[in-house]
């Protein structure tokens, strides 16, 4: 069995790619490291990579992790600005024993000492996004913190072992030095070969209240469908989070265990998201709001 499944329709392309990989027997660290990659590369994306918007001061602060499901090593960056590819220097972060989270000055040190290449990551069209939005956000009143599309991709390969990688710049609007739940382990992600893994895209100040990702794995850990255990983790933190502070952000997960069977759920209308495994087509499916 293989099977590949990631947050958001935009995930398409490289998931096709990876798809065809995973199901020639390749390896599932590189099938998901590179189409994470296709998506940090698409300019036309404003929360992931190249064109992402940039924070409250201008400079696009970037998110990425990766997770080997065999050993459990993870390696992630967080504020990282200016490097092109920032799930790669998660993953190459993620072959070393230490310093596996990486933020800020330090981590655009580490990548450029390790011939990582250096970009310019905004664009002109992104400055332009960011100024409408911010008059949108103004003259609508609404919240500078809605609506979300991190990638964030899980894959399972032919011989058994799984990987997890996200990337994002963040909330619009953030701050700078602001890292949300995409580069946290167990919160934006985590993937362990010997039950499932787990990838989650929102508001990461309240995904990470509920670690969710972790909590997701050891649920199918406890015998779950991923399904039930996507709908428990984002509705139980929902319930959580409403009854504690009267509001809650946008919560939206998809998994996936090792045996190739999938789930997704959403505190949101709809929430798009892509699969394929061994024994189904690439789809395209809307996660709708079941609570
Ligand atoms: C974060 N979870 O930084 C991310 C945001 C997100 O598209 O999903 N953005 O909190």
């Known amino acids: 069995m293989w099977g590949i499944i990631a ?41 992931v990579g ?15 992790a990766f997770m080997d499901g065999d050993t459990l090593a993870f390696g992630a960056v967080g504020n990282l600005v200016d490097i092109a590819n920032p799930v ?7 072959r070393q024993r230490y310093n596996s989270l990486l933020v800020g000055e330090g981590a655009r040190e580490w990548a450029l000492s390790q011939g990582f290449a250096e970009k310019t990551m905004l664009t002109d069209r992104a400055i332009q996004h960011y100024r409408k939005r911010c008059r949108e956000t ?29 990337s994002t710049s963040g909330l619009f609007m953030k701050k700078r030095g602001r890292l ?25 100040e309240d995904l990470m209240k509920g670690c969710t ?5 050891r649920r199918m850990a406890q015998g779950m469908t991923p399904q039930q255990a996507a ?3 984002v509705f139980e933190l929902e319930d959580n989070l409403m009854s504690r502070f009267g509001r ?27 699969v394929a495994t061994a024994s189904q087509p690439l789809t395209v499916y809307l996660a709708e709001r079941r609570h």
């Not at 790619?17 to 020639?24: G, I």
């Not at 790669?88 to 993620?94: E, G």
């Not at 362990?192 to 895209?201: F, N």
């Not at 809650?248 to 892509?274: H, W």
Request: charged share 15%; hydrophobic share 40%; proline share 3%.
């Open 231 to 233: 709908d428990s983790v």
């Open 50 to 64: 190249y064109g992402g918007l940039p924070t409250e001061n201008g400079e696009v602060e970037l998110d990425a």
């Open 138 to 166: 103004l003259d609508k009143g609404l919240s500078p913190y809605d609506g979300h599309d991190t990638v964030g991709i899980i894959g399972l390969d032919a011989h058994g072992s799984m990987s997890v990688a996200t």
């Open 180 to 204: 949300g739940d995409s580069p946290i382990i167990g919160s934006g992600f985590y993937c362990d070969s010997q039950i499932g893994a787990a990838t989650a895209t929102g508001v990461g």
């Open 88 to 94: 790669r220097v998660a993953h190459a972060l993620s």
């Open 248 to 274: 809650v952000g946008d919560l939206s997960v998809v998994c996936m265990n090792n045996r190739g069977e999938f789930g997704a759920a959403t505190n949101i209308k709809t929430f798009t998201f892509t």
């Open 7 to 47: 947050t958001w329709r935009m995930a398409l392309e490289g998931v096709t790619e990876a798809a065809s990989a995973l199901s020639a027997g390749q390896p599932t660290a590189r099938a998901v490291v590179d189409a994470v990659a296709a998506v940090e590369d698409f300019p036309l994306y404003k929360s």
């Open 213 to 217: 990702s972790y909590e997701i794995v």
